[in-house]
T-cell receptor
Framework: GENVEQHPSTLSVQEGDSAVIKCTYS??????FPWYKQELGKGPQLIID???NVGEKKDQRIAVTLNKTAKHFSLHITETQPEDSAVYFC??????????WGAGTKLIIKP | DSGVTQTPKHLITATGQRVTLRCSPR?????VYWYQQSLDQGLQFLIQ???????AKGNILERFSAQQFPDLHSELNLSSLELGDSALYFC?????????????FGPGTRLTVL
């Protein structure tokens, strides 16, 4: 079955710098890759997703890239701000079956 | 506000006891998911229901059970509680059954087993 690995587990960046979180997946049939953000004391919330027929997707300061050959996808946050501090989860799903979640990355934005 | 409600917000109980967590999905959503999140851990998928039927099962212990009622709300029952069951329990809902649609998470129920 599908397995999703997420790195790093903790990422600390200076405010204004960029942050990159990477995930790899094992099942080449996976075709949907969402990213969720979990703020302290709240449930996760979808921030961006990408499907396998697209290589990159952007939404303001957030972008996701997908490399199907290497079976990895990444979340890029530019011009980081204090409100970006949170835990970020990647996930993958093969053929519209269950989401398989990564272990999460705690992003810390240093002032 | 995601539109998903969970009650209670906090629950403190003793080992060996049984508790019920309740979830009301967003209006119109047919799928309900339950997740467990221990301290500094990721999301562990427990179980999914779609329109009253069990759709998928994850790492759910035999001591745990769930159901989805005709009005689409769901309950997660945890019995013979152990210290290790202390965690945040999230419910999420989505419109469709498959994985390629957004899940909306509730605020969670924090369970403490003493």
């Amino acid at each position: 079955g599908e397995n999703v690995e997420q790195h790093p587990s903790t990422l600390s960046v200076q405010e204004g710098d960029s942050a990159v979180i990477k995930c790899t997946y094992s099942d080449s049939a996976s075709n949907y890759f969402p990213w969720y953000k979990q703020e302290l004391g709240k449930g996760p919330q979808l921030i961006i997703d990408i499907r396998s027929n697209v290589g990159e997707k952007k939404d303001q300061r957030i972008a996701v890239t997908l490399n199907k050959t290497a079976k990895h996808f990444s979340l890029h946050i530019t011009e980081t701000q204090p409100e970006d501090s949170a835990v970020y989860f990647c996930a993958a799903t093969p053929q519209n079956y269950q989401l398989i979640w990564g272990a999460g990355t705690k992003l810390i934005i240093k002032p | 506000d995601s539109g998903v409600t969970q009650t209670p917000k906090h629950l403190i109980t003793a080992t060996g006891q049984r508790v019920t967590l309740r979830c009301s999905p967003r209006s119109g959503d047919l799928s309900v998911y339950w997740y467990q999140q221990s301290l500094d851990q990721g999301l562990q998928f427990l179980i999914q229901y779609y329109n009253g039927e069990e759709r998928a099962k994850g790492n759910i212990l035999e001591r745990f059970s769930a159901q989805q009622f005709p009005d689409l709300h769901s309950e997660l029952n945890l019995s013979s509680l152990e210290l290790g069951d202390s965690a945040l329990y999230f419910c999420a809902s989505s419109a469709l059954a498959g994985g390629r649609n957004e899940q909306f998470f509730g605020p969670g129920t924090r369970l403490t087993v003493l």
